[in-house]
């Protein structure tokens, strides 16, 4: 399967934006989702995931109350919806997808399979 995520842009600190990725070559059924950053210099940071069958979601504590990941199982997509965005928010983006569904084990980058390009999103003060 094949990732790929979009959506990045830059905007200022307090504003929104919503990320989404799709899926090209398989579904999502049966995986579960997971959202990632980077910052240059710094491990990628878990977000948060969606266990698509579920729809059950895990979120990091740094985004919590702020961001919300989604899915369209019918556009085989998945989103993650940013508010109050922060000029530390500033990263590449990644979405990957994961057999895992235990929540501590999906905030570990290792139990990801597949991997999209990655989309900057870039907050200014």
């Known amino acids: 399967v094949q990732l790929q995520a979009s959506g990045g842009g830059l905007v200022q600190a307090g504003d929104s934006l919503k990320l989404s990725c799709a899926a090209s070559?398989?579904?999502?059924?049966?995986?579960?989702l997971g959202w990632f950053r980077r910052v240059p210099g710094k491990e990628r940071e878990f977000i948060a995931a969606?266990?698509?069958?579920?729809?059950?979601?895990v979120y990091a504590t740094s985004v919590t109350g702020r961001f919300t990941i989604s899915k369209d199982s019918a556009a085989n997509t998945a989103y993650l919806q940013m508010n109050s965005l922060r000029p530390e928010d500033t990263a590449v983006y990644f979405c990957?997808?994961?057999?895992?569904?235990?929540?501590?084990?999906?905030?570990?980058?290792?139990?990801?399979?597949?991997w999209g390009q990655g989309t900057l999103v870039t907050v200014s003060s």
């Open positions: 990957a997808t994961s057999l895992q569904t235990i929540s501590s084990t999906l905030r570990n980058q290792k139990v990801y399979d597949y």
């Open positions: 070559g398989g579904t999502f059924n049966g995986w579960t």
């Open positions: 969606i266990r698509w069958d579920a729809g059950s979601t």
